[in-house]
């Protein structure tokens, strides 16, 4: 009811901003004039000014925020824009917002227009240069994320940079070329019928001509840069004013929508990623459970793609493509094959690229439900104990068939506890939750989910705008498994995920061990189609949607979910710890907070602390005198040499024994992880250290 008469309120305030607008005729997204992109910007600049969670004002300070958002949007490498440039797009610094609550967004056609003219310079620039041999016998360096770099001082710094960047992207080609040669020297003969076929769709990525590789790409660039028309480079402006009010907060041009549409429509299906875009990199930033590239196993969460393949076609290179056309490439018809070429993001930015063909399909529904196994596990007194793990992948709830009334609707909680109670038939002696990859999903899920663990009791709090604060709770007494319970976590750990593990922590209820936090994600989103309020006042036309966050997460203990995520009491080696994955590392984002801690929590189990910290000392020593885990943290070394090298050598030779070096590390510490007892287990699906560790802790628990 708040949300109507929101909308409403609302509503008569435009019809106050705008009292001259009849009603006119629904046009599509191509006819938009003057009159359109003024409405579409003043509601906009509204909506998330007066609704979002940090009801902040469009005044001079979140003016200077939208400027600076702006210029990163277009330019993350920062390779266009010089400083010269900023100091004359600075005259309008201070003047944005008030110029957005007009309907003026001059602004950001004028910086796009400079945008564009230096885009075609550096294509210029390139066709020039690339006629000439660049030596790859000097000692050059590049930085090739530049998104924490200077810009530019002036036109001549400017094309130092252009020249550095165009000699590691020809030297990169020329890489990719010698590793393949040297791939196929190495293995003639010896290949599978598999192997020699993925050969072959890499040999497809070799570059006769990297100089004109790169050409090509810069062309690709440059058509879709001046293919923007007005409503797309407004799309992008107030994205950015959107962005300032939070990392989860956007506005999608009409575009964009009818994009989606029409991809649902034509039945499009893709690999089951999320993607974003990192320094001109198409990058992996979570895996939907069920879907083609989870179940495959060899894409990676930090991967970046770099050039994609339809079958039996040739490979399209994506780098410095905007993300939503790459996205496009990688979708297609259901069971087609699509092959990306990636550098893995576990080696770092001299990672050579890799080809990896999956088939894509819509996310089987029945792969993302929660799965149970029960592993029989000796504790550090050395009984055996029965460990029941559940492996749930979001929360998950059909909500259409729940307003329909049907009684047996789709729910994570009624799987989870169809699992309990086998496992209580089964005399399991400790659960583990295993929510490493859940990234949310229904927050009445979350709550009543906790419930199964506990008779009563608050769950979450919650804070909107208006700072008022709603306490939900589960509230039907039953409890299913009152058992040791561990709920194991990582940095993927997000919304829904993270309150159930604070719920069970703070109530001391259960145990939370795994990566260092969780990602952080404390905010709850609205999403809203801006045409609600054309009609108002008269209008209607295709105005697209924002999303922002409306109200914010807190645990029963008091703290906020946000930022800062849920802290494991027993941290366990991984590759996602070592990330920089979560909400702290996103800009922009909502700080942590807190309120009171919430009245009528129980606690569960006497004596937590130092339980807690008994397991904790006998995981540290299991784990110092596990072999395998020895050999995981120098493959977890490795990986983080890689991550914190900033720029990379331009002198080929010094590059290639950087190369070859690194893959020969790489190769020992796979060899030394393979060849430790129980190497051969990975085969068996028992390869996974931490999940083990895990249920080892469980084991331990309950003993005590």
Same mark, same amino acid.
């Given at each position: 009811?708040?949300?109507?008469?929101?909308?409403?309120?609302?509503?008569?305030?435009?019809?106050?901003?705008?009292?001259?607008?009849?009603?006119?005729?629904?046009?599509?997204?191509?006819?938009?004039?003057?009159?359109?992109?003024?409405?579409?910007?003043?509601?906009?600049?509204?909506?998330?000014?007066?609704?979002?969670?940090?009801?902040?004002?469009?005044?001079?300070?979140?003016?200077?925020?939208?400027?600076?958002?702006?210029?990163?949007?277009?330019?993350?490498?920062?390779?266009?824009?010089?400083?010269?440039?900023?100091?004359?797009?600075?005259?309008?610094?201070? =003047?944005?917002?008030?110029?957005?609550?007009?309907?003026?967004?001059?602004?950001?056609?004028?910086?796009?227009?400079?945008?564009?003219?230096?885009?075609?310079?550096?294509?210029?620039?390139?066709?020039?240069?690339?006629?000439?041999?660049?030596?790859?016998?000097?000692?050059?360096?590049?930085?090739?994320?530049?998104?924490?770099?200077?810009?530019?001082? *002036?036109?001549?710094?400017?094309?130092?940079?252009?020249?550095?960047?165009?000699?590691?992207?020809?030297?990169?080609?020329?890489?990719?070329?010698?590793?393949?040669?040297?791939?196929?020297?190495?293995?003639?003969?010896?290949?599978?019928?598999?192997?020699?076929?993925?050969?072959?769709?890499?040999?497809?990525?070799?570059?006769?001509?990297?100089?004109?590789?790169?050409?090509?790409?810069?062309?690709?660039?440059?058509?879709?840069?001046?293919?923007? *028309?007005?409503?797309?480079?407004?799309?992008?402006?107030?994205?950015?004013?959107?962005?300032?009010?939070?990392?989860?907060?956007?506005?999608?041009?009409?575009?964009?929508?009818?994009?989606?549409?029409?991809?649902?429509?034509?039945?499009?299906?893709?690999?089951?990623?999320?993607?974003?875009?990192?320094?001109?990199?198409?990058?992996?930033?979570?895996?939907?459970?069920?879907?083609?590239?989870?179940?495959?196993?060899?894409?990676?969460?930090?991967?970046?793609?770099?050039?994609?393949?339809?079958?039996?076609?040739?490979?399209?290179?994506?780098?410095?493509?905007?993300?939503?056309?790459?996205?496009?490439?990688?979708?297609?018809?259901?069971?087609?094959?699509?092959?990306?070429?990636?550098?893995?993001?576990?080696?770092?930015?001299?990672?050579?690229?890799?080809?990896?063909?999956?088939?894509?399909?819509?996310?089987?529904?029945?792969?993302?439900?929660?799965?149970?196994?029960?592993?029989?596990?000796?504790?550090?007194?050395?009984?055996?104990?029965?460990?029941?793990?559940?492996?749930?992948?979001?929360?998950?709830?059909?909500?259409?068939?729940?307003?329909?009334?049907?009684?047996?609707?789709?729910?994570?909680?009624?799987?989870?506890?169809?699992?309990?109670?086998?496992?209580?038939?089964?005399?399991?002696?400790?659960?583990?939750?295993?929510?490493?990859?859940?990234?949310?999903?229904?927050?009445?899920?979350?709550?009543?989910?906790?419930?199964?663990?506990?008779?009563?009791?608050?769950?979450?709090?919650?804070?909107?705008?208006?700072?008022?604060?709603?306490?939900?709770?589960?509230?039907?007494?039953?409890?299913?498994?009152?058992?040791?319970?561990?709920?194991?976590?990582?940095?993927?750990?997000?919304?829904?995920?993270?309150?159930?593990?604070?719920?069970?922590?703070?109530?001391?209820?259960?145990?939370?061990?795994?990566?260092?936090?969780?990602?952080?994600?404390?905010?709850?989103?609205?999403?809203?189609?801006?045409?609600?309020?054309?009609?108002?006042?008269?209008?209607?036309?295709?105005?697209?949607?924002? =999303?922002?966050? =409306?109200?914010?997460?807190?645990?029963?203990?008091?703290?906020?979910?946000?930022?800062?995520?849920?802290?494991?009491?027993?941290?366990?080696?991984?590759? =996602?710890?070592?990330?920089?994955?979560?909400?702290?590392?996103?800009?922009?984002?909502?700080?942590?907070?807190?309120?009171?801690?919430?009245?009528?929590?129980?606690?569960?189990?006497?004596?937590?602390?130092?339980?807690?910290?008994?397991?904790?000392?006998?995981?540290?020593?299991?784990?110092?005198? *596990?072999?395998?885990?020895?050999?995981?943290?120098?493959?977890?070394?490795?990986?983080?040499?890689?991550?914190?090298?900033?720029?990379?050598?331009?002198?080929?030779?010094?590059?290639?024994?950087?190369?070859?070096?690194?893959?020969?590390?790489?190769?020992?510490?796979?060899?030394?992880?393979?060849?430790?007892?129980?190497?051969?287990?990975?085969?068996?699906?028992?390869?996974?250290?931490?999940?083990?560790?895990?249920?080892?802790?469980?084991?331990?628990?309950?003993?005590?």
């Amino acid at each position: 009811m708040r949300k109507i008469f929101r909308s409403v309120v609302f509503a008569v305030l435009l019809a106050g901003m705008f009292p001259g607008f009849a009603a006119a005729p629904s046009r599509t997204a191509a006819e938009y004039g003057d009159k359109e992109l003024a409405l579409i910007t003043r509601i906009t600049a509204r909506l998330l000014s007066k609704n979002h969670y940090r009801q902040q004002e469009l005044d001079v300070n979140l003016s200077r925020q939208l400027f600076d958002e702006y210029l990163d949007e277009l330019d993350p490498g920062k390779v266009y824009f010089t400083q010269e440039d900023v100091a004359e797009f600075a005259k309008d610094r201070d =003047t944005l917002c008030r110029r957005l609550e007009n309907g003026d967004s001059s602004f950001a056609f004028k910086v796009y227009d400079v945008f564009r003219k230096r885009v075609n310079e550096f294509r210029a620039f390139a066709e020039k240069r690339l006629r000439e041999p660049f030596d790859f016998t000097l000692d050059e360096s590049f930085t090739p994320d530049r998104s924490k770099e200077p810009r530019a001082k *002036d036109r001549a710094e400017l094309e130092k940079l252009w020249y550095l960047r165009l000699k590691n992207d020809v030297l990169s080609y020329r890489l990719m070329n010698r590793v393949q040669e040297e791939e196929r020297a190495e293995n003639k003969g010896k290949l599978t019928e598999e192997e020699k076929k993925r050969l072959e769709t890499a040999a497809k990525w070799e570059i006769r001509n990297p100089g004109e590789k790169v050409l090509s790409r810069l062309r690709d660039i440059n058509n879709d840069i001046i293919q923007k *028309d007005k409503v797309d480079i407004l799309g992008i402006y107030l994205n950015s004013l959107a962005q300032v009010y939070g990392p989860h907060s956007n506005y999608y041009a009409p575009k964009l929508e009818e994009d989606f549409e029409m991809s649902m429509n034509l039945s499009l299906s893709g690999i089951g990623a999320t993607l974003t875009s990192d320094g001109g990199y198409i990058k992996i930033v979570g895996l939907s459970p069920g879907g083609p590239a989870a179940l495959d196993g060899r894409l990676k969460v930090e991967d970046r793609i770099i050039a994609v393949a339809q079958e039996n076609g040739e490979p399209v290179d994506v780098v410095d493509m905007p993300l939503s056309k790459a996205v496009q490439l990688i979708r297609g018809p259901e069971k087609s094959k699509v092959t990306l070429t990636i550098l893995p993001g576990e080696k770092g930015r001299s990672a050579v690229p890799e080809t990896i063909t999956l088939t894509r399909d819509k996310i089987v529904l029945v792969e993302s439900e929660a799965k149970g196994e029960i592993r029989t596990v000796k504790a550090a007194n050395g009984k055996e104990r029965r460990i029941g793990i559940i492996t749930l992948p979001g929360f998950y709830m059909d909500f259409d068939a729940a307003m329909r009334g049907d009684p047996n609707f789709k729910s994570c909680t009624r799987d989870v506890k169809k699992i309990l109670e086998n496992f209580k038939k089964e005399k399991v002696d400790a659960v583990v939750m295993d929510l490493r990859r859940n990234g949310g999903g229904s927050l009445p899920e979350a709550i009543t989910l906790t419930g199964l663990f506990i008779p009563s009791g608050p769950v979450v709090q919650i804070r909107s705008a208006n700072q008022r604060i709603a306490v939900k709770s589960d509230e039907d007494n039953e409890q299913t498994y009152a058992g040791p319970l561990v709920v194991l976590t990582s940095k993927l750990s997000a919304s829904a995920a993270e309150i159930f593990s604070a719920a069970i922590r703070d109530c001391e209820r259960g145990i939370v061990v795994g990566d260092s936090r969780t990602f952080g994600k404390g905010t709850v989103l609205d999403v809203v189609p801006l045409d609600r309020y054309l009609r108002y006042i008269g209008e209607e036309f295709q105005a697209g949607s924002a =999303t922002y966050e =409306t109200a914010m997460f807190f645990r029963i203990a008091g703290g906020s979910v946000q930022q800062l995520g849920i802290a494991s009491d027993i941290v366990l080696p991984s590759l =996602t710890d070592q990330m920089e994955v979560g909400e702290m590392f996103m800009k922009n984002h909502l700080p942590w907070d807190s309120v009171k801690p919430a009245d009528g929590v129980k606690t569960f189990v006497p004596d937590f602390g130092k339980k807690v910290e008994k397991l904790k000392a006998l995981s540290q020593a299991r784990i110092e005198k *596990d072999p395998e885990y020895t050999a995981f943290r120098k493959k977890l070394e490795l990986y983080n040499k890689y991550k914190d090298r900033k720029s990379v050598s331009l002198n080929e030779e010094a590059r290639w024994r950087e190369y070859r070096e690194e893959k020969q590390l790489q190769d020992e510490a796979d060899k030394l992880y393979e060849n430790q007892p129980g190497g051969e287990k990975k085969k068996s699906g028992d390869s996974d250290l931490v999940l083990r560790e895990a249920a080892n802790i469980a084991a331990d628990f309950s003993t005590l």
